[in-house]
């Protein structure tokens, strides 16, 4: 009798459990409509000064960009202007989304087949643009040039149409052009676009052609970080919008998602692994006593945050040895930046390959996911005397100088390779700085640089061979010296290179031979420039 009247209470109890997460469902969802329609009466629709074609969104009140529902409610804004929108009459807007701040978006609310643009401005190299037109979608024009007079002229089908823009100056004040050299290659420069990424005190990402002009300018959190990566993911553009977190932008510029990290901010670098579905970040965890010596993965699906490597498990001896003389690290704390991991690089057996620019190091782990072990290190031998860790090094295989304060390390393959080898390639700063250790010996390490002077920094590309536990240098370039921030990659067949302090990057053919230089003003410095194809927009 007893167990009969518990079960009736507890059914009763079920249901009244119901009810209420279905009442508490339905007021989260009247609080959610009101807010975001709330939040679309604030936002309009109206003419600009760039054209009497395009228009422009007016918000009332105070707003963020990084805000999904803003974004959501802009786009549903556009939608309510296309009823007599067609391919004959186009529908253009300034920046809609905030993301862009170089660009004009086009809707035609039927599916066309072709769409190519030029844009002409006096003074200027023509831009010419073919671009993606799968889906019966809005459409992002850059390449546009700000503060000038902009002729641009789009194909549609078999319609043609021209418009005059003048173009608003650029959010940053940063130069339309910047000073251009022409190596001694004879190979022809690659199509894309350099972005350029933490210059000086500026968040924005900076989009420069192969003449040296300035074809988009896309926003970021001004007051909180840079982004050190562009990635497409999925037809979306992914990049870090501040410290914290990360935005999904698709084709129009309208952000789509946002990820925040919870008890982390980012540094330096990440990855994706598309296998897994993850970001690889070097993190900072929340309030600890150390920064620059923790990786986490950030799940694309759940959002989830993993902590996979703390490097004070791993090297424990570098660690427990590392002292700040000085009282605060390089960025004005006073948290512990014993190893000051700076850039990742994922091999296609899973294994990770990261850059210590504290010790000078290339550290390869495996396992990064279950129990991460490191499987060797590339390092100066001198830097690991007297310590256990030592044997976890790499025999140098010929005679040359190791590298100092690298950065951008990167993974890389081809057909001619055995089994057990490849390479690996860095950013050389060649810079001898240790302020965790301040008493090694930087005599050890021929030519090095200090913070204000040296002779080159350098591209290098090392052979490893696992069977042998050797590595060789098989390639270096001559660069422009820059003691901190830097980049080198691969892309289309060539060699990228930034030098950040120099105010330089260049694009170099295999041999090494310069294809084009760029130059621009920097006081301070500037963190990377990549180049990509951003084919999420162009064909």
Excluded at 282 to 308: H, M, R
Aim: aromatic share 12%; with cysteine.
């Amino acid at each position: 009798m007893h167990r009969i009247t518990f079960f009736r209470a507890m059914k009763r109890n079920h249901k009244i459990l119901l009810v209420m997460i279905i009442i508490s469902c339905l007021l989260l969802g009247i609080y959610e409509y009101r807010r975001i329609n709330s939040m679309e009466n604030r936002i309009s629709i109206v003419d600009s000064e760039i054209s009497q074609e395009v228009k422009k969104v007016q918000v009332s009140g105070n707003y963020s960009i990084f805000d999904v529902d803003f974004q959501n409610a802009v786009l549903d804004k556009i939608y309510s202007q296309l009823d007599d929108v067609s391919i004959e009459n186009p529908f253009l807007i300034y920046n809609p989304f905030g993301t862009n701040a170089n660009a004009i978006n086009i809707y035609f609310n039927e599916k066309i087949e072709n769409m190519s643009y030029t844009v002409s401005v006096e003074g200027y190299n023509d831009y010419v643009g073919q671009l993606q037109v799968d889906e019966n979608d809005g459409y992002q024009i850059i390449g546009l040039i700000a503060g000038e007079v902009n002729q641009l002229i789009l194909n549609v089908d078999n319609l043609s149409y021209t418009y005059t823009l003048l173009m608003p100056k650029t959010e940053s004040d940063i130069d339309n052009q910047i000073e251009v050299s022409e190596g001694t290659s004879q190979e022809e420069i690659s199509d894309g676009l350099f972005a350029m990424m933490g210059k000086e005190t500026r968040s924005n990402i900076f989009l420069y052609d192969n003449n040296g002009v300035l074809r988009s300018e896309l926003i970021v959190d001004n007051t909180k970080y840079r982004t050190d990566r562009l990635l497409n993911i999925d037809g979306q553009l992914v990049y870090t919008y501040n410290k914290e977190g990360f935005v999904f932008v698709n084709r129009q510029g309208m952000i789509e998602k946002i990820i925040d990290l919870d008890g982390y901010y980012m540094h330096h670098d990440f990855i994706y692994d598309e296998e897994n579905h993850n970001l690889l970040i070097l993190a900072n965890k929340n309030d600890a006593d150390t920064i620059e010596d923790i990786i986490v993965s950030l799940n694309l699906e759940t959002g989830k945050v993993k902590e996979l490597v703390d490097m004070k498990d791993l090297l424990p001896e570098m660690y427990e040895t590392a002292y700040d003389e000085d009282g605060e690290n390089s960025y004005g704390g006073d948290e512990l930046d014993w190893i000051h991991l700076n850039s990742l690089s994922l091999m296609d057996n899973g294994s990770l390959l990261v850059s210590s620019r504290e010790l000078s190091t290339v550290i390869k782990l495996d396992n990064i996911y279950d129990e991460p072990t490191i499987d060797y290190m590339i390092g100066d031998e001198s830097i690991y005397e007297g310590f256990d860790c030592q044997n976890l090094l790499l025999v140098k295989d010929g005679d040359f100088t190791s590298q100092a304060g690298q950065h951008t390390v990167t993974y890389s393959t081809d057909d001619s390779l055995q089994e057990g080898t490849y390479y690996v390639t860095i950013y050389n700063n060649n810079f001898g700085s240790m302020p965790t250790r301040q008493d090694y010996d930087w005599s050890n390490i021929e030519g090095v640089g200090t913070y204000k002077k040296g002779t080159n920094s350098y591209f290098y590309k090392y052979l490893i061979n696992e069977n042998e536990g050797t590595y060789n240098l098989i390639q270096s370039i001559a660069l422009p010296y820059s003691a901190i921030v830097s980049s080198i990659e691969y892309y289309k067949n060539h060699i990228q290179t930034s030098s950040g302090r120099d105010g330089s990057f260049a694009e170099y053919d295999l041999d090494g031979e310069m294809i084009r230089q760029y130059n621009y003003d920097v006081e301070g410095h500037c963190y990377r420039v990549m180049k990509y194809d951003f084919d999420i927009w162009f064909q």
